[in-house]
């Protein structure tokens, strides 16, 4: 129980990052450069990363890491910037909470997770309680960005399931930063032929990209898969929701904008899906206290047939400790192969996941 407080935690970054770009990219960056933006969000990041990590995709994760990252990085980076430059905050934010929802439901035919009645019911109030916060009718809402930011929504969710879907063996450093290079370099020419050279980047612009790629992007997006990889994916959807609840505690704190009773009430019902959908420890099987059946004796791995050895019969030509070194041997027939991660069958799964 302890590792899942600490995998929902790590994973909270994430969303709580994501809350802050909105308001960074709307404030600080160039309103009409949404490629060249996206560009430079994830290009540096990827960079950053690499160099951490120090790792080269194998077999499959070539392929994977040019698909994930036009996902995840190229698509989504665009669309979310165009969103955050054509919606306020709040009204952004409220879209994309849509997003648990959706990666419930993409996450039950591509991953075999099926959602549970906590997760939906969690999503439901969650979503709820987002209305609740940001849905005031004050202000008109531009049919474009609703649409940018509601495609965003929907590739993101695509993305990161497929993500979890591949992740079995990946190490998860080192795929999102192959992710977030590829995507960098996908839109590098795509932003110099539609939108020609790069912004000029005065002092605030530079701080601000530098936020929007380090923190906002390579953090988050390490803290995201990592979650992804170490809980069910509807309880990483719903830890999302905090993404419009950093966008509403940012502009109280940050812009002055007046925290009322409706939108507190709102953040209540947040709290409570999200609480709701975190993943619960299964009761382990209790001992009886009955004593094994007669001809079977009690070891540390269960019982076993009195009088049965555990290690194995003598084999013609072998002695018995060759047995143990043998077994060693294939233990250690995977090692060597530093810098490189992945697998290249399709399908792999199990424990070589796991950190």
């Not at 709040?90 to 997003?99: E, P």
């Not at 940012?250 to 899906?273: D, H, I, K, S």
């Amino acid at each position: 129980m302890e590792a899942n407080k600490r995998w929902v935690a790590l994973t909270a970054i994430a969303p709580v990052a994501w809350g802050t770009n909105y308001f960074v990219t709307h404030e600080f960056l160039p309103a009409d450069r949404p490629l060249h933006g996206a560009a430079l969000r994830a290009l540096p990041a990827g960079l950053v990363l690499l160099a951490l990590c120090r790792q080269r995709p194998r077999g499959a994760w070539w392929w994977r890491s040019a698909v994930l990252g036009l996902l995840n990085t190229s698509v989504f980076f665009v669309l979310v910037y165009a969103a955050s430059q054509l919606l306020a905050t709040s009204v952004a934010a409220t879209v994309m909470a849509l997003s648990p929802l959706t990666m419930m439901l993409i996450a039950w035919p591509l991953v075999s997770e099926r959602p549970r009645t906590a997760h939906l019911t969690g999503a439901v109030i969650g979503l709820g309680g987002v209305c609740l916060m940001l849905l005031s009718g004050a202000e008109a809402v531009s049919v474009p960005g609703v649409l940018a930011s509601a495609a965003a929504m929907l590739v993101s969710s695509f993305g990161h399931v497929l993500t979890k879907r591949w992740g079995a063996g990946a190490d998860v450093l080192a795929s999102t930063a192959w992710q977030l290079t590829a995507g960098g370099l996908f839109l590098l020419p795509v932003a110099a032929l539609v939108e020609g050279p790069p912004p000029a980047l005065t002092a605030p612009t530079l701080l601000a990209f530098g936020y929007v790629a380090l923190i906002a992007t390579a953090l988050a997006f390490a803290a995201w898969f990592t979650g992804l990889k170490h809980l069910p994916a509807g309880t990483v959807a719903l830890i999302g929701l905090l993404n419009p609840v950093t966008g509403v505690l940012l502009g109280t704190a940050v812009a002055g904008e007046v925290l009322t009773v409706q939108q507190l009430c709102g953040l209540l019902l947040v709290l409570t899906g999200v609480v709701l959908g975190r993943p619960r420890r299964r009761p382990r099987r209790r001992d009886s206290g009955q004593e094994p059946p007669s001809g079977v004796r009690r070891t540390a791995r269960g019982t076993r047939p009195a009088g049965r050895s555990s290690v194995p019969a003598a084999v013609p030509g072998v002695q018995r400790g060759d047995h143990r070194a043998a077994a060693q041997g294939r233990g250690q027939g995977g090692g060597g192969r530093g810098g490189r991660w992945g697998r290249d069958g399709e399908g792999a799964s199990g424990g070589a996941g796991a950190q």
